[in-house]
């Protein structure tokens, strides 16, 4: 199976947990974070001071935020196309959750 490859090289803040995301082959996409941010790792990111501490990592070229966060720059590009399996894996995150607490 064939991986692109894209680099994360711009991006702002166009909203609460929204970005817009700029990549090295000159597209870009506007992406609502909202809906996938649970479980152990994105569920931090609920916290907006924390979501808006987002950065470019230098090596990698993809959005990471303090506490180890990121997404691969592929899924970020493709967003649409991943958005509603993230979604759902984001509910199931947030089921194990409630039965923890």
């Known amino acids: 199976m064939k991986h692109a490859i ?3 090289i711009d991006f702002r803040i166009v909203g ?5 995301v700029a990549f090295d082959d000159e597209t870009e996409q506007v992406i609502d974070f909202r809906p996938v941010l649970e479980g152990p790792m ?21 959005l990471v935020w303090p506490n180890g966060a990121d997404f691969d720059p592929e899924t970020l590009h493709d967003w649409p196309k991943y ?8 509910k199931q995150w947030a089921k194990k959750k409630v039965k923890l607490s």
């Open 6 to 8: 894209y680099r994360v």
């Open 16 to 20: 609460p947990y929204k970005l817009r």
């Open 42 to 62: 994105y569920g931090p990111l609920q916290d907006v001071n924390l979501f808006n501490q987002v950065r470019i990592d230098p090596e990698v070229h993809t």
């Open 83 to 90: 958005a509603e399996d993230l979604k759902r894996m984001a």
